[in-house]
């Protein structure tokens, strides 16, 4: 799989893309406008390691439910997951096997030289 799950809306997902400047032969999935799929979400899972580690603890709706407060156990990250996009954190690209998730500048330039390899 050479996908890269992004939202379109969001400015630092964008800068991104355009920094990356992904190969055509990646699919671009706009998470908004194409839900991410139960079976994509277990590929990413299973190349994470977890379902924690695709989550955004930044997104507005974990803190307007109190979710900090909670103990969430894997099955509920995965749920949440599914529930809205606002929950994957982003940009999360995937290059085969390998997997790079968020925006920091360290994943981003990992993400960057393995595209182009």
Do not use: W
């Not at 997902?13 to 979400?41: G, H, W, Y």
């Not at 695709?54 to 894997?74: C, H, M, Q, V």
């Amino acid at each position: 799989m050479k996908t890269i799950f992004y939202l379109k809306t969001c400015n630092t997902c964008m800068r991104i893309l355009k920094e990356i400047n992904a190969p055509s032969t990646f699919v671009l999935q706009d998470i908004k406008a194409q839900p991410i799929t139960v079976s994509q979400l277990e590929l990413l899972h299973e190349l994470a390691g977890s379902y924690e580690a695709l989550f955004s603890k930044r997104a507005k709706l974990y803190k307007e439910r109190d979710l900090k407060n909670k103990t969430l156990t894997e099955d509920n990250y995965k749920a949440l997951l599914l529930e809205h996009y606002t929950f994957l954190k982003r940009p999360v690209i995937v290059n085969n096997n390998a997997i790079f998730i968020g925006n920091s500048t360290k994943t981003v330039q990992l993400a960057k030289a393995t595209l182009h390899e």
